[in-house]
């Protein structure tokens, strides 16, 4: 029971602590912000990522699923669930789908990088603004299986499939920079601290690191209190539903609780 109010009063307490573009009066904080909010209004709406994600919400096909993380405070603890639901309940919102999208826009997206596919929605997003490669791993090889059929007409994505805290450490190893990472795995403080920790080395003054569902729990926020206060990160942006670190050189650390 406890678990699934965390979200409601977190909700409240970023609701009674979230700023406008008023708040911002750093110009690098003020220009990134204002960006965003143009991208989510002008940004002319892909009819393609629309109609993959209607095609996963009627999928009714029940798939076998291995919990390597928290799990889902919306799905019973059932390994049996339908596409359908997942894409629903453990997907994001095709709002904060597009703000990665944007985020990923602002760094050169050579190099870019998603913890947990689920059902390859934010993937495509993230394809569609990535200007190299986007390397996405999910451990779950029914979900693998799903995502590889979303995103199968986009050739510069790469699936790797497996338990993540064994598959990404070997790869790092041939990886010289990271451009854009996305950490949407396991949710819990000590798999996402270490994930945040194995890319740091990796990390340059114009790459951005997203952590989705920093709200969601109290281990969760834990995690994201502990990792903007690293001494690499320079500025953070609190969306709510997720939250984007900066080490971008020269500006004043801050940290800011935003509207979206």
Same mark, same amino acid.
């Given at each position: 029971?406890?678990?699934?109010?965390?979200?409601?009063?977190?909700y409240?307490?970023?609701?009674?602590l979230?700023?406008?573009?008023?708040?911002?009066?750093?110009?690098?904080?003020?220009?990134?912000?204002?960006?965003?909010?143009?991208?989510?209004?002008?940004q002319p709406?892909?009819?393609?990522?629309?109609?993959?994600?209607?095609?996963?919400?009627?999928?009714?096909?029940?798939? +076998?699923?291995?919990?390597? $993380?928290?799990?889902?405070?919306?799905?019973?603890?059932?390994? @049996?669930? !339908? /596409? &359908?639901?997942? %894409?629903?309940?453990?997907?994001?919102?095709?709002?904060?789908?597009?703000?990665?999208?944007?985020?990923?826009?602002?760094?050169?997206?050579?190099?870019?990088?998603?913890?947990?596919?689920?059902v390859?929605?934010?993937?495509?997003?993230? +394809?569609?603004?990535?200007? $190299?490669?986007?390397?996405?791993?999910?451990?779950?090889?029914? @979900?693998? !299986? /799903? &995502?590889?059929? %979303?995103?199968?007409?986009?050739?510069?994505?790469?699936?790797?499939?497996?338990?993540?805290?064994e598959?990404?450490?070997?790869?790092?190893?041939?990886?010289?920079?990271?451009?854009?990472?996305?950490?949407?795995?396991?949710?819990?403080?000590?798999?996402?601290?270490?994930?945040?920790?194995?890319?740091?080395?990796?990390?340059?003054?114009?790459?951005? /690191? &997203?952590?989705?569902?920093?709200?969601?729990?109290?281990?969760?926020?834990?995690?994201?209190?502990?990792?903007?206060?690293?001494?690499?990160?320079?500025?953070?942006?609190?969306?709510?539903?997720?939250?984007?670190?900066?080490?971008?050189?020269?500006?004043?650390?801050?940290?800011?609780?935003?509207?979206?």
């Amino acid at each position: 029971m406890l678990k699934r109010l965390y979200p409601f009063f977190s909700y409240l307490r970023y609701f009674l602590l979230k700023e406008d573009r008023h708040s911002l009066q750093a110009p690098f904080a003020f220009e990134v912000y204002e960006g965003l909010k143009s991208f989510s209004k002008q940004q002319p709406i892909d009819d393609e990522l629309i109609q993959l994600k209607k095609r996963l919400l009627s999928n009714n096909d029940v798939i +076998s699923i291995e919990d390597f $993380g928290a799990g889902s405070i919306h799905l019973k603890k059932n390994k @049996l669930r !339908k /596409v &359908a639901d997942i %894409t629903r309940h453990s997907s994001s919102s095709s709002k904060y789908s597009r703000l990665y999208q944007y985020f990923c826009s602002l760094t050169p997206a050579n190099t870019v990088l998603e913890l947990g596919t689920c059902v390859g929605i934010n993937t495509c997003y993230l +394809s569609k603004v990535t200007q $190299g490669r986007l390397f996405t791993f999910e451990g779950a090889p029914s @979900l693998a !299986k /799903v &995502a590889q059929n %979303t995103f199968s007409s986009f050739e510069n994505i790469k699936l790797i499939e497996g338990k993540i805290q064994e598959s990404f450490p070997p790869f790092l190893e041939d990886i010289t920079l990271l451009d854009f990472v996305l950490i949407d795995a396991h949710h819990t403080y000590e798999a996402t601290l270490h994930f945040f920790e194995l890319i740091k080395t990796n990390l340059h003054h114009d790459s951005i /690191v &997203a952590i989705g569902d920093i709200n969601w729990s109290p281990e969760m926020q834990k995690a994201w209190e502990q990792i903007k206060t690293q001494e690499e990160v320079t500025m953070s942006m609190d969306f709510y539903e997720c939250g984007i670190l900066f080490f971008k050189k020269g500006i004043n650390k801050k940290h800011y609780i935003l509207n979206y």
